[in-house]
């Protein structure tokens, strides 16, 4: 059974740091592209950032910021999220698509977590 589990979400105050985690099972994520994605209240969900085997990407909002990584052996991507942003409050997600995919919103659609919350405030 596919599956994809968020966590490190918390609050934090402006200019501060988080780093999310997405721990796989079911695949090995090495093989697949996986995807950030994040929803704030009465938005629409927009994408973050993504990581495949060749490639990593990251939204314009959030460039020299956030770090996409991967720990393969733990079958895991983080979110390493800095100076952040009172923008930056949303549901975070963790999303999956493959195998064998390169970076793009539409291509880390297959698989979703449950999201892990991010709240950025004084």
């Known amino acids: 059974q596919v599956q994809l589990v968020e966590s490190g979400g918390g609050s934090v105050q402006p200019g501060g740091s988080l780093r999310l985690s997405c721990v796989a099972s079911?695949?090995?994520?090495?093989?697949?592209?996986i995807g950030w994605f994040r929803q704030a209240p009465g938005k629409e969900r927009e994408g973050v950032s993504c990581?495949?085997?060749?490639?990593?990407y990251y939204a314009d909002s959030v460039k020299g910021r956030f770090t996409i990584s991967r720990d393969n052996a733990k079958n895991t991507v983080f979110l390493q999220m800095n100076n952040l942003k009172p923008e930056d409050t949303a549901l975070y997600y963790c999303?999956?698509?493959?195998?064998?995919?390169?970076?793009?919103?539409?291509?880390?659609?297959?698989?979703w977590g449950k999201g892990t919350q991010v709240t950025v405030a004084s």
């Open positions: 999303s999956a698509g493959g195998p064998i995919r390169l970076c793009g919103w539409d291509n880390v659609i297959d698989y």
């Open positions: 079911g695949f090995t994520l090495e093989h697949y592209a």
């Open positions: 990581i495949s085997t060749n490639d990593n």
